[in-house]
């Protein structure tokens, strides 16, 4: 397939994907950037990797913790709640790894949006 071809198929599927499946999709993929950084970690460009990969993760989960603090979000209470603790808890593993790097602080991260994300994908 052609880059042509591939950015055209991804803006189909954006256009065709739900809410839920994009957000399923943003996790999944958010996931895969830190097990590539976790893998990798011996890297040259690691540090610069990692910053990235932390930035991109820290700003997907504002937006969720963003849209559970609306007031007009329609899931239950105990859900929100649930899932905003589990932001506070990325949040904080975020800020120790940024202070103190190791590939093995990773793992809970990727684990917690992969079972998002497969939760979310009714799996």
């Known amino acids: 397939m052609s880059a042509l071809q591939i950015q055209a198929y991804r803006a189909a599927q954006k256009t065709t994907m739900s809410g839920r499946e994009i957000e ?52 239950p209470k105990e859900l929100k709640e649930n899932i905003l603790n589990l932001s506070l808890f990325v949040d904080k593993r975020t800020i120790d790894i940024m202070a103190f790097p190791s590939p093995e602080k990773l793992d809970a991260i990727i684990d917690i949006n992969l079972n998002l994300a497969a939760g979310l994908r009714g799996q």
């Open 24 to 75: 399923a999709s943003a996790l999944a993929r958010s996931a895969s950037i830190l097990a590539e950084c976790r893998d990798n970690w011996d890297a040259p460009d690691r540090e610069e990797m990692l910053r990235a990969a932390l930035r991109r993760n820290q700003m997907l989960w504002s937006i969720f913790q963003a849209e559970l603090s609306d007031a007009d979000n329609p899931l």
